[in-house]
């Protein structure tokens, strides 16, 4: 995961992301690199972002 958080958008052109984890009962861990032109496009992680959707449930 620290190797994904450190792809640059504002570099490569790239960013990384989590999409699923087996922690969070899906059927397997995926992690993908995809193109952007945003430069502050950042890492997104499935984990954060399961959480964060909790929260705004819940409040």
Known sequence: MNLMKAI????????AE???LL???DSRCRFAV???DDP???Y????????ADDEDRDG
């Open 8 to 15: 640059d958008p504002a570099v490569s052109g790239l960013r």
């Open 18 to 20: 989590r999409t699923s």
């Open 23 to 25: 922690s969070l009962k």
């Open 34 to 36: 995809v193109e952007t």
């Open 40 to 42: 502050l496009d950042g």
């Open 44 to 51: 997104a992680d499935a984990l954060e972002t399961r959480f």
